[in-house]
């Protein structure tokens, strides 16, 4: 599924190729966007900037005309040049924008929508995006706070509410509290001032190194070698995401799983590294 990090080498690619030119060619399968090239035009307008804000990818054209696409589980966007096969079925295609050098293609993309900046800003469920992770501006205490909205929450549903802090999705909240030797099922409410900054700033850390220049950004759909071991084996890429009955890759015991009731998806974790109790309760059990 794509996460945040997929969401911006996207977005990184299609501006790279396409900030600055104009649209010769707009076409779409979805009702609601052929009837705005219908009536405003697409085609004639030129790209201002391509973004990605959590989950979201933000195609601004001139003319305050912004295309706003999730990929949800299965969507992708493609870059190609004038005339290069494209790699997926054209059956899968539901958009797609032409300039004079190359053709952005949106493959199964389940949400697009075309918006204003006024009706962007009342679009629900991305005008409550809390902190992108990879934003330049990023403000880790707006995002440390929110999380504390919500006390009562499991750790590793908080990590993934897009209000909350936008951009982690099921595989780096696994490897996330893994890393800061959090147990994704203890309340958020039982994290102390250290555990949140760390699970903030690890999540940040994590999603930045799988967008350094030099990974794959030629196709832009997600291609599977993330990584948060820092180690160069494809097999040992991760430390828990999806590893359940294997050792862990710190102590040997094995890796369990489970799915959270609030929201049924699966967290993957140490029982020996990332235990329930909190670091003072296991200080004060050493200490007894």
């Not at 800061?180 to 900054?197: A, H, K």
């Amino acid at each position: 599924m794509p996460e945040g990090d997929t969401i911006f080498r996207a977005a990184r690619t299609l501006q790279r190729a396409l900030a600055g030119q104009v649209v010769t060619k707009f076409e779409s399968v979805l009702p609601k966007l052929t009837r705005v090239e219908f009536d405003s035009g697409v085609a004639g307008r030129t790209i201002e900037k391509v973004e990605a804000n959590g989950k979201w990818m933000l195609m601004h054209f001139s003319g305050d005309l912004i295309l706003l696409s999730h990929m949800l589980m299965s969507g992708s966007w493609h870059i190609y040049r004038i005339g290069e096969p494209w790699q997926r079925r054209a059956v899968d295609m539901r958009i797609v924008v032409e300039t004079a050098t190359f053709v952005a293609v949106a493959f199964n993309v389940p949400v697009a929508e075309f918006h204003n900046a006024a009706s962007l800003a009342r679009r629900r469920g991305f005008n409550t995006l809390g902190p992108s992770v990879l934003a330049e501006d990023f403000a880790a205490d707006v995002a440390m706070a929110r999380l504390q909205s919500r006390p009562e929450e499991e750790t590793g549903v908080a990590l993934m509410t897009q209000s909350l802090l936008a951009g982690i999705g099921n595989v780096y909240k696994s490897e996330v509290c893994f890393a800061c030797g959090v147990n994704p099922f203890r309340r958020v409410s039982t994290l102390t001032q250290e555990e949140l900054q760390a699970l903030v700033s690890t999540a940040r850390k994590f999603l930045q190194a799988n967008v350094r220049d030099g990974s794959s950004d030629q196709i832009v759909t997600y291609g599977g070698m993330r990584r948060t071991t820092g180690s160069s084996d494809p097999d040992n890429r991760l430390w828990v995401y999806y590893r359940r009955g294997e050792p862990c890759r710190k102590c040997g015991v094995a890796i369990e799983s489970r799915k959270h009731a609030s929201d049924a998806r699966t967290s993957f974790w140490c029982p020996a590294c990332q235990p329930m109790v909190t670091p003072a309760k296991r200080r004060s059990a050493a200490a007894g």
